[in-house]
Structure formats: C-alpha cells, structure tokens
C-alpha cells in the first residue's frame, strides 16, 4: 500500500510563505499525475495544483502567480510553495496521486492564514 505523507503546514500571517511536502513510501516516478487539493471548512475538496512526470503544470485561478508545485524524483517528494498567501487560503491541503491502476490520499496538513 503506497503511503503519501504530507508535512508543511502550519499558522502563518496574510502575505506570508509556507512549503508545503508531499514524500511518497515508493518512487514517484510510478505517479503519472500528483496533484495538491485543499478543503476549507464546510466546503467541497477542490484541486489546487497539478503536475505530471513530463512536469507539465497546472494552477487553479485563484493560486496562479502564488502558488508553484514542483517535484523531486530523486527525493520521492512533491512541493507546494505557497508565497503572498490569503486568509482566504485556509484549508486542510491533500496530497494526491495516481498511477495506472490507482489513486492515493494523504492525511492532509492544515494552512491557516490570519493575523
């Protein structure tokens, strides 16, 4: 059973950074997607950020320019830096893969922004 294991998060004030890490227990290499998905209170989990092993990217809107995913094959691990961040950014955040067969969750890391 593959393991995604999510770590980063944490309290951080409007405008501030935070990275977030996805490691995975076997190489991501077997992942053709991984993507970042995020769930504020009393809302629906919604895809944040996406990329691909041929690390093709993709943002939603409301992220783009803030927002850079990025991979470590070498490490096993997915990256979420999230800089000028809004309180509206408070959320449980995901990790999320698939390979051919099957999809994979972590445990979530909450983000909160506020002052």
């Known amino acids: 059973q593959v393991q995604l294991v999510e770590s980063g998060g944490g309290l951080v004030q409007p405008g501030g950074s935070l990275r977030l890490s996805c490691t995975a227990s076997r190489s991501i290499l077997s992942f053709y997607k991984m993507d970042w998905y995020r769930q504020a209170p009393g809302k629906q989990r919604t895809l944040v950020a996406y990329?691909?092993?041929?690390?093709?990217?993709y943002y939603t809107d409301s992220v783009k320019g803030r927002f850079t995913i990025s991979r470590d094959n070498s490490e096993n691990t997915m990256y979420l830096q999230m800089n000028s961040l809004k309180p509206e950014d408070t959320a449980i955040y995901y990790c999320?893969?698939?390979?051919?067969?099957?999809?994979?969750w972590g445990q979530g890391t909450q983000v909160t922004v506020s002052s």
């Open positions: 990329i691909s092993t041929g690390s093709i990217t």
């Open positions: 999320h893969a698939r390979d051919s067969m099957n999809e994979f």
